[in-house]
């Protein structure tokens, strides 16, 4: 078995990955019956197959539909298969444009300022709790349009709707049914609101959004709310921290990067390729299937393991170097096909402003100590629960 929730395997997959790739790269896992896939080619054909490898559990179509208000199950676009998965998409595409999340620039950088002036004369921060974790939840607080007064309530959801995520992906339970409950009413009343009168946030997009007779319904919109809080804050987050403790990890990247900002972008998606976030994805086969010489039995759980696949050396020359230039860099981090992260443009401008506001802010930026860092929890995201560090204090 492949003690895949130790501490030690948590911070640094990365040999398991490698010994995988190379010996078994697709294998049935016993204690936890599912299939892994480790290899690049296998994972994005796993990732983007959506007729052979269902992302629905191998529900029928009929059966995907949309949870009640007040429902738990609530993942929709993420858990449904085409024709469902193509409608809603194409609903939620016309409320989150690239034009709408470029135009939350300024006040994200406004925020990561914020932020960081709570700490910035002191020389101390904890870089996820103090900064990598409240950024992403304020961001999409803001972007559906709720009220600052009600952010404390809509974090303690969010924590509530990421911990219960885990039971989905193969974690432990711990979310609050309790919770989901406030959260649905909470948006159920702001829908109503927005319904009557529209403002220019996500919420009243997505109200107003349509293809043809098709909208979305309030279930729909519920679904997405959730899904957007599971699928965008942890992930955000853990590329801000994973992103810091890499390049503090290769001091010659970072004094690159100090010299020459513009590499920035490309910095990003080394990080998300070298310590990719989200390290692996589930798919349910919808029939037999034959991948690396071995047969996948129709309705078996696969796991497509992306932090593997990132690290694969027939698709990425000398994988296990950091280096910011990398060019090509075709990465999977945000999957692959259909389903490819409807927030990655969002997750890239928060990384982007996020990193540059901790490079101009924090000088001399440096670990506290060499103690190792508490993993982030579980095997499907992948960073650290709290990073202290230290840095000259600014007037
Ligand atoms: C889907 C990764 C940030 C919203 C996905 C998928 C991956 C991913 C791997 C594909 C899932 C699959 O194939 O089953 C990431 C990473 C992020 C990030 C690494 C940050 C670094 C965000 C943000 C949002 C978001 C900020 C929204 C605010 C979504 C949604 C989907 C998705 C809605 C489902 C798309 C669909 O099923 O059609 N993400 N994500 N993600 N992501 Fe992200």
Known sequence: MIPFLTPEILRNPYPIYEMMRAS???????????WSVFRFDHVRTVLSDSARFSSAGGRPPASQGTPAPGQRDGFSLITTDPPRHTQLRSLVNQAFTP?????????????????????SGTGKIDLIQDFAYPLPVIVIAELLG??????????????EVVASADTLIGGSASGSLQAHREMNEYFSGIIAERRKAPKDDLI?????????????????ILSFCALLLVAGNETTTNLIGNAVLTLLEHP????????????????????????SPVQAMFRTANEDVE???????AG??????????????????DAARFDIERTPNGHIAFGHGIHFCLGAPLARLEARIALAAVLDRLPELARVNDEPLTPARGFIVHGVSSMPLRFRPQE
Do not use: C, T
Request: net charge negative; glycine share 6%.
């Open 252 to 275: 010659e990247e970072l004094a690159k990067l100090r010299s020459r900002p513009e590499l920035l972008p490309s910095a990003i998606e080394e990080v998300l390729r070298f310590r």
């Open 204 to 220: 009243s997009a997505l109200i107003a959004a349509e293809e043809g007779d098709f909208h979305l319904s309030e279930g729909d």
């Open 300 to 317: 078996s759980r696969v796991v497509a393991f992306i932090g593997s696949a990132n690290r694969d050396e027939e698709k990425f020359p």
């Open 24 to 34: 078994q790269p697709v294998m049935y896992i016993e204690p936890m019956r599912f």
């Open 146 to 159: 709720i009220p600052s007064g009600d952010r404390d309530r809509f974090k303690h959801w969010s924590d």
């Open 99 to 119: 034009k709408a999340v470029a135009a939350l620039e300024p006040r994200i950088a406004e925020l990561a300022h914020e932020l960081l002036d709570r700490v």
């Open 291 to 297: 991948l690396g010489g071995q047969v996948i039995p």
